[in-house]
């Protein structure tokens, strides 16, 4: 059962660091989001991928990179981190994309970034 | 501009009363889908219902029931007799099918049950 899974589930950065959110699925879901949750903002999406070796941008791209090099896989980067980037980030997956199809959510990743 | 917007930011009730929940959308398409997800405190978000632009007819499961009226673009959600397990985040969410499954999510209404 396990689902989506993101690791880690907390982490704390100071400005300038780098780092890596590692979201992996075991449906074969073709599709995968990346978006991060803010007070007043709901969800909003940063990234997603619509296949194994393929990522698109989505609404707030800026400051971030993903990977998809595997299908099961979706990787967010964050290469200089800003107060900013502080947020509640959520990996999600869908079979497909044909616009009918629901999001599996991970459980989030709070960031804090001093 | 919000594709989708949940006016409430937070409600509270009395257990056992009954609450709606507002969403009003914005889209172009002809063809889309709409969805309720609900986010407790333990933070996953969890799917609730899909409906897509076709199908207008209300419908009910248990204690909750969904009200989709295309005329005023809005899909409103209600929970009867609420219950403390019912406190969470609720976010209303939209689908366009040219967007390949790019899902627009309201800010989220906040419900607090309070025994």
């Known amino acids: 059962n396990a689902g989506v899974t993101q690791t880690p589930k907390f982490r704390v950065l100071k400005t300038g660091q780098s780092m890596t959110l590692l979201c992996a699925q075991d449906?074969?879901?073709?599709?995968m989001y990346w978006y991060r949750q803010d007070p007043g903002m709901g969800l909003r999406l940063i990234h997603y991928?619509?296949?194994?070796?393929?990522?698109a941008k989505g609404e707030v791209p800026d400051g971030y990179n993903v990977s998809r090099l595997k299908k099961q896989n979706f990787l967010l980067g964050l290469e200089s981190a800003a107060p900013s980037q502080t947020s509640v980030y959520f990996c999600?997956?869908?079979?497909?994309?044909?616009?009918?199809?629901?999001?599996?959510f991970g459980s989030g990743t709070q960031l804090s970034v001093l | 501009a919000q594709k989708v917007t949940q006016a409430q930011t937070e409600i509270s009730v009395v257990e056992k009363e009954d609450v709606t929940l507002d969403c009003v959308y914005e889209t172009r398409d002809t063809t889309y889908y709409l969805f309720w997800y609900k986010q407790p405190p333990s933070g996953e978000l969890v799917f609730l219902i899909r409906r897509n632009s076709f199908d207008e007819q209300n419908e009910i499961s248990g204690r909750y029931s969904w009200n989709f009226q295309k005329s005023t673009s809005s899909f409103n959600f209600t929970i009867t007799a609420s219950q403390v397990v019912d406190s969470a985040v609720y976010f209303c969410?939209?689908?366009?099918?040219?967007?390949?499954?790019?899902?627009?999510f309201g800010t989220g209404t906040s419900l607090t049950v309070i025994p």
């Open positions: 991928s619509v296949g194994e070796g393929t990522t």
């Open positions: 969410a939209l689908s366009e099918i040219r967007g390949g499954n790019q899902f627009y």
């Open positions: 999600a997956s869908s079979l497909a994309g044909t616009g009918l199809e629901k999001l599996f």
């Open positions: 449906m074969n879901h073709e599709y």
